[in-house]
Every structure is written in C-alpha cells, then in structure tokens.
C-alpha cells in the first residue's frame, strides 16, 4: 500500500523567524497525530539568498495502515510540492524558476512586498526587478496563488512575518489541521502571542477572501507646491516654477537634493544650470529633463562628509529601531563599517592640503597607516560626535580638494552638452544620460568615472553620425553591464574594427 505524504517548503528571509514558523508547524502536526519532518537549508547572509525550509506530514493511523513508517525526503523535489510559501515576491520567483511550483498540484502563498537582493542594490545600473512584471508571473503559476502584503500586515500588528504566513497556510487550507491547533501553536510558545494571534487573524482572512494581489505603486515625484517651506526659499521655488512644465517636477527634486546637500545657494547654483540649458532647449525638453536629472546626482556626490551627515540624522535612530524591531526599553547598538582610503581624506581637505598629500609618497604612507576597515560606535556618545562634528564640516566643502575636482568635471560636462546640442540634440541628450555612469565613492566612483572618461573620448567620432546617439546608448548599456569593464571593452573594440574597415 502506498502512502504520499503532504509537502510543503518554505522560503523565508533572514530575521523573518522562518525557524520559528517551522517550529510552530511542527508542534501543530504532533498534536495532531502527525507525523513529521523538516529539514532546512540555510541562505546566504547579505539578503542574496533565503533559508529554505521543508516540511512532509503524514498521518500516524496512515503509516500504521500501510505497516511502515513513511520514507520522507529531505529537500523538495520539482513538481512534487503541495504548498511553497515565500516570504517575498522575487523568492516566490526563484521557487518558481527552481520548479518548485506545479500547476497541477502546488498552492503557492507568497507576499507582494519587495526586499532587493544584493545584486538589485549593487547593479551598477537600475538593477531592480520589475515588481509588476514579477506579479504577473507569480500569479500565473500554480494550481492556486494567495498574494498579499505579508510584511504590511505585519506591521499593522507589530508583529513578525512568520505569524502571518502561518496564518496564511491555515486560511489556504493547505494543511489538514483545524485552526484551532494553529492558534494554540502560537499561544503555547509564549512569543508576542497577543501581536502574533492578531497577526495570524488577519493573514487568515485574506488568504480566505483571496482578493486579486496589486504591486505596490512606484512612488513618482511630487508635485510642484505654490508656497515653499518658508519665505526664505520662496525664491527658488518660484524659479523652478519658470521653467518648462514637463522639467519642474525634475528639478524640484534636484533643488531639493542640493538644499539637503548642502545650503540655499548651492540649491541656487544647481537651478542656474538647470536654467542655462532650458534657454537654449526646446519642447519636449528632453535635454533639460536628462540635464536636470544627472546634475542633482552629479552635484550631490557621495564624500565622506555627506556619508557621517546621513549616520547622524535625528530621523535615522527611530528608523533603524524600527526596522529591528526594538522595543522601548531595548537597547539597540548601531556599529558602523568604514574603509577610507587615502584619496577619501584627500578630498576631505582644503584643496592645497589634499594635493600635496596625493603628490607626496611620504605622506601618502603615513595616513595609510589609519585607512583601511574601522568601526565606528554611532550608538555610543563618542562615536556619534565624531560622525556629527564630520558631518559638520560640509560647510567647508566648496574649499575641499573634491568639491572643485568634481566641479571642474561638471563644468566641462554641461559645456560639452551644450556646444553638442547645437549640431547633434540626440547625441547631446545621450551625453547628458551618461552621467548615471558616475555614482558611490571609492573603487566604485572611479571605475564609473574610467568608463565615462571612455565614453566621452568617442563623443567625437560620434558626433554627426545617424546612429551616434543609439551607438552611445550602446555604449552605456555595456559599461553598466559589469565592474570589471569587459562588455564596455568589447563594444568599443567592435566600434573601433568597424570603423577601420
């Protein structure tokens, strides 16, 4: 007599407390007269990977009735897998990709929210995934799919996720268990149990209802006001107001940008070339708009000084509690990680400082001596003042050696925008889309820096060509491709042969 058992995995996130959902599940089999098994796989740390966690369940009178003991496997197996749960929408789509989801057999719950994985935060492009695309995958597959906001109804109940997918698999009826073991799972182990069985209450009435999932809305810029924050920034407000209609929205942001960047007449000074360009442009302005964009970027580049002014911000401390969920009387420690290097503190200096540091191998030594990886204490008295008395010093930073190196740069950029768009708009409005290869500090910004430096050395050769523009366009697409530069090298050794031959 053959016996089958049920299966179910889950993927949950690190701090998801997918160990204690496994733990639940297992007490709730047991009490009733299940047998069962789980096994785990743990994911990678840095949010590049989720735990997985698999379950078989087996009736006690059913293995007696078949004489033996069941054989339970110890990982899923493609298209066997009655439930798969997924705290996160893309690890409902890795379970996907891995097979994992049948449509004959598999009920897949899965949560609409988005956490980015590593890879989405360190692309060196948009590396985000298509969260509405990825909805309409997940909710084509299967044999039955229950998608809502796990982590949103979470925090309506200040509660964990794990509470809520269990709720969820008691309300998609995945399980042969009453309800009641489910609630007296949570009860029994003495963990939040008021926020948790709310929590799970509210889970199980939407995976009952099963009311078509939407993706959250991706948030798009706000609209122009009349009247600013204060009489005193009214005048940037009103100049933002003057330009075309279609760039306001664009250079609000940017103007705000630049205001918490830095002061007033830094917000002033990013609107005067935002100006510059609309002058000389043209509806749709569409060189305006790419122009506005990478200037507010550009302007607000990442220094040491605007790192340690984020890290002490009033709003960060409720934040950070909040997303570890602390409560009032815990106390959190906040340790941050900080490699410096030599041409980080050189550019914090007055100009002259910092060259003859990066001219002199002697000095150079001496202050390598103290970069390199340092812990910082920003929870700790000491620490956060040394981070705010930095963060202080941005009102010194139009003297720095990276102020005026970076805008030497933008200068000479928006000069070469502007004399291109004379003969060359398309091409022009592709340089100025270009900036987006120039981002982070360190390692990071001088590669982006080599690949536009690359870029602007063909701009040249580009320039009256019926496809420079689309060739350009290439040509940024391959430079965010990889760090290493390869598929940029390619492109341009390719460009080079064609125009040889």
Not at 238 to 265: F, H, K, N, V
Not at 295 to 315: G, I
Not at 473 to 490: K, N, S, T, V
Request: aromatic content about 6%; some cysteine.
């Amino acid at each position: 007599m053959s016996t089958r058992t049920v299966k179910l995995t889950v993927a949950a996130l690190g701090g998801q407390g997918g160990g204690v959902l496994t733990d639940w599940l297992i007490a709730i089999a047991e009490s009733c007269g299940y047998l069962v098994q789980s096994t785990s796989v743990p994911g990678v740390a840095q949010r590049t990977g989720a735990t997985i966690y698999y379950l078989e369940f087996l009736s006690q009178a059913e293995a007696q009735r078949a004489g033996h003991e069941p054989v339970m496997a110890l990982m899923p197996v493609p298209g066997d897998v009655d439930c798969v749960v997924a705290s996160e929408l893309a690890e409902a789509g890795r379970a996907i990709q891995r097979g994992l989801v049948s449509a004959e057999l598999t009920t897949l719950i899965a949560s609409t929210h988005r956490a980015y994985a590593i890879a989405e935060k360190s692309a060196l492009g948009r590396g985000i995934t298509d969260t509405q695309a990825l909805l309409e995958l997940v909710r084509g597959q299967g044999k039955r799919a229950i998608l809502f906001d796990m982590e949103a109804t979470a925090e309506r109940h200040h509660a964990v996720v794990s509470a809520v997918l269990l709720g969820a698999i008691s309300g998609a009826g995945v399980l042969p268990f009453p309800k009641q073991s489910f609630l007296k799972a949570i009860t029994d182990s003495g963990l939040a149990v008021t926020t948790n069985l709310a929590a799970f209450e509210d889970a199980y009435a939407q995976a009952r209802q099963e009311a078509p999932a939407q993706a959250a809305p991706t948030p798009g810029l706000p609209e122009v006001p009349q009247r600013a924050a204060t009489a005193a920034l009214q005048p940037l407000l009103d100049r933002i107001r003057a330009l075309p209609e279609g760039t306001q929205r664009l250079a609000l942001e940017g103007a705000r940008r630049a205001l918490d960047y830095q002061d007033p007449g830094y917000a002033a000074q990013y609107l005067s070339h935002v100006e510059a360009v609309a002058a000389a442009d043209h509806a749709p302005y569409e060189l305006t708009g790419a122009v506005a964009r990478g200037l507010a970027l550009w302007m607000t580049f990442e220094d040491p000084l605007r790192v340690a002014q984020l890290k002490t911000r009033a709003v960060r401390t409720p934040r950070v509690r909040a997303e570890v969920r602390a409560t009032e009387h815990q106390i959190v420690q906040v340790t941050e990680f900080m490699r410096p290097r030599v041409e980080e503190i050189a550019g914090t200096l007055p100009a002259p400082a910092g060259r003859r540091l990066l001219a002199s191998p002697g000095l150079r030594a001496w202050v390598g001596r103290f970069t390199g990886g340092r812990q910082v204490r920003s929870s700790s008295v000491g620490g956060f003042l040394l981070l705010y008395v930095l963060g202080g010093l941005r009102r010194y930073r139009r003297a720095t050696l990276r102020y005026q190196e970076e805008h030497a740069r933008i200068t000479a950029w928006l000069a070469r925008v502007a004399t291109l768009a004379r003969t060359d708009y398309a091409l022009a409005v592709e340089l100025a889309r270009a900036q987006r290869l120039i981002k982070g500090y360190g390692d990071t910004h001088e590669r982006g820096w080599r690949n536009f430096c690359a870029l602007l050395g063909e701009i040249e050769a580009l320039a009256g060509r019926s496809d420079g523009a689309q060739t350009l366009q290439r040509l940024q697409e391959a430079a965010l491709a990889d760090e290493e530069g390869a598929a940029l090298a390619r492109e341009l050794a390719a460009l080079h042969a064609r125009a040889a031959a």
